[in-house]
């Protein structure tokens, strides 16, 4: 699968929200684009990663 553009290898039957920990993102805090899809966040322990999936996983940032 791609994250944010790179290759990166993660096992079978891993949810979004286990990329998210891998990576140690809050989930309040990004928007994850699958395949130019959004999924909402209440998907995010049902969606199942498979290894052809393009991932953008955006995160916002406070400033000012």
Known sequence: MKVNGKNMKFKQGKSIIN????????KDIVVVEINFNIIEQDQYEKYILKPEDNIE????????
């Open 19 to 26: 990329l998210l920990d891998y990576f140690k993102i809050n």
């Open 57 to 64: 996983l955006i995160s916002f940032v406070g400033g000012g």
